[in-house]
């Protein structure tokens, strides 16, 4: 090429830069570059540091699509190994995601800031962020767009590999912790389930739920109104919220599950998804139970101990002074229990507790409650009923212990003091009044139940002496 030829490409190509760099500028700076004196200096040079320069890419395409320019950057972004001049209909084409940027040239419409992935032979795959302006028409040539790009395939990729490393922290922490991850859009009516979640349920992948009612489905009847209701539009969705339900899996086991979930809002304020999790607290909820039924139960008889005994006592008062609701106590022991110790043994006489307890409880209303009140004594609160209907309870108890020996002992028999509640009456007085009454069935030959009020008059209700 002869060296005239050579510069005339030049001088084109700097012509080309400088419509391109006018357009761009025009489309995206919003105050004007001032001019004037070394600033129109260094705006007439800009080309030429463009044309050579390997930092800043800047390309033109024409209205097929066509680089009919790139200066050395943009060469490499694109994996262009030539360039033509203006109006060579040989004009390389880019990478095809970038053909869509000829439009801009059509429509005279500018885009900022367009994100672009690209994948090449050489360099594989890079995001470019791109500006596109449209040329302003020559009066000699088609319609073209300029372009200036900025590789951020670096920035996309420290980014990726960031996110990559939370999701995973967030799958080990969820795994580790047992929580399934679910997304339920409500536009749609579908939901998305990890895995965990689908291992909670007992799912195979044939039972994935897609919508509500599928998932509704998965819980045991009388929990679905639950779930419902803290689901429901008025329900605060953008909130976070937390319930407790019970699930069946296919294979007919239930579970109890903790859900907490959030809404994620529109712009406009409108709740469209809700994200949430899932675990499985079953073992939780079992061993919550254990521990509260042992705090609360005798653990040789399985009874009420003496703290819940009591604590039902005092709710029995509260409703008898604000509701008038009536109830008695029966307090007992076993009739000479000492010496079934002494003759058979320990584990003998524990052995009898346990069968009579069972016995006793086999002829209680539902509205009683049968407690231990302490080694061989016995408190039984009747609900719901005075003094007389406490003895027939009484005899029931009485007969039932004595009627059956016991394995290897013999016949036991018990001794039963009964007591009701009274206006202006402690819970102290009434235990005070149905130990009295037990001393006088003891003292009168045992094997008997004896009401308070039919003792006679004392001068006060006092404790009684102990004669078991």
Do not use: C, M
């Given at each position: 090429m002869a060296p005239d030829d050579s510069r005339a490409d030049k001088d084109?190509?700097?012509?080309?830069?400088?419509?391109?760099?006018e357009a761009l500028q025009g489309a995206f700076t919003v105050s004007p570059v001032p001019t004037g004196g070394d600033e129109d200096q260094a705006r007439l040079a800009l080309p030429a540091l463009v044309l050579a320069t390997e930092a800043a890419a800047i390309a033109v395409l024409d209205e097929r699509g066509g680089v009919i320019f790139a200066n050395p950057k943009a060469r490499q972004l694109l994996d262009l190994n030539h360039t033509t001049p203006p109006g060579d209909d040989r004009a390389p084409d880019p990478p095809s995601e970038l053909l869509a940027f000829r439009l801009v040239a059509i429509t005279g419409t500018p885009l900022f800031d367009a994100r672009c992935e690209i994948h090449t032979a050489e360099r594989g795959r890079h995001v470019l962020s791109v500006n596109a302006a449209p040329l302003p028409d020559s009066g000699n040539g088609p319609p073209l767009v300029a372009l200036a790009m900025t590789d951020l395939?670096?920035?996309y990729d420290y980014y990726e590999h960031a996110l990559r490393e939370s999701e995973q922290r967030l799958k080990l922490a969820t795994e580790a912790a047992g929580l399934g991850v679910w997304e339920?859009?409500?536009e749609t009516d579908t939901y998305h389930w990890d895995e965990r979640m689908m291992a909670i349920y007992g799912l195979d992948e044939s039972q994935r739920p897609v919508t509500y009612q599928d998932w509704l489905a998965l819980l045991v009847p009388e929990h679905q109104d639950r779930l419902h209701a803290a689901s429901s539009p008025g329900a605060g969705?953008?909130?976070?919220?937390?319930?407790?339900?019970?699930?069946?899996?296919?294979?007919?086991?239930q579970r109890h599950i903790r859900a907490v979930w959030q809404g994620i809002e529109d712009p406009h304020g409108r709740t469209q998804r809700l994200v949430g999790t899932n675990e499985d607290i079953t073992e939780q909820r079992e061993l919550q139970s254990e521990l509260e039924y042992r705090a609360a139960h005798d653990p040789l008889t399985d009874l009420f101990?003496?703290?819940?005994?009591?604590?039902?006592?005092?709710?029995?008062?509260?409703?008898?002074?604000r509701h008038g609701t009536p109830f008695a106590v029966l307090l007992f022991d076993?009739?000479?229990?000492?010496?079934v110790n002494d003759r058979y043994g320990h584990g003998a006489g524990d052995a009898v507790l346990w069968e009579m307890a069972r016995r006793i409880e086999s002829v209680l209303r539902e509205t009683d409650h049968m407690g231990r009140w302490g080694g061989e004594e016995f408190l039984v609160l009747a609900s719901q009923t005075d003094e007389a209907g406490a003895k027939t309870l009484a005899e029931r108890i009485r007969r039932q212990v004595a009627?059956?020996?016991?394995?290897?002992?013999g016949t036991v028999t018990v001794s039963l003091g009964v007591a009701a509640a009274e206006a202006g009456t402690s819970l102290e007085t009434l235990e005070q009044r149905a130990d009295r009454a037990l001393y006088a069935a003891k003292h009168n030959g045992r094997n008997q139940s004896v009401r308070y009020s039919r003792?006679?008059?004392?001068?006060?209700?006092?404790?009684?002496?102990?004669?078991?």
């Open positions: 084109d190509a700097q012509r080309l830069i400088r419509r391109a760099l395939t670096g920035q339920y859009d409500l969705r953008s909130e976070r919220r937390e319930i407790e339900f019970r699930i069946r899996r296919p294979d007919g086991e101990n003496r703290a819940k005994i009591q604590q039902l006592l005092r709710a029995a008062q509260a409703a008898f002074t076993v009739d000479h229990f000492k010496r009627q059956t020996p016991f394995e290897g002992v003792l006679p008059e004392t001068a006060d209700d006092g404790p009684a002496a102990p004669a078991r």
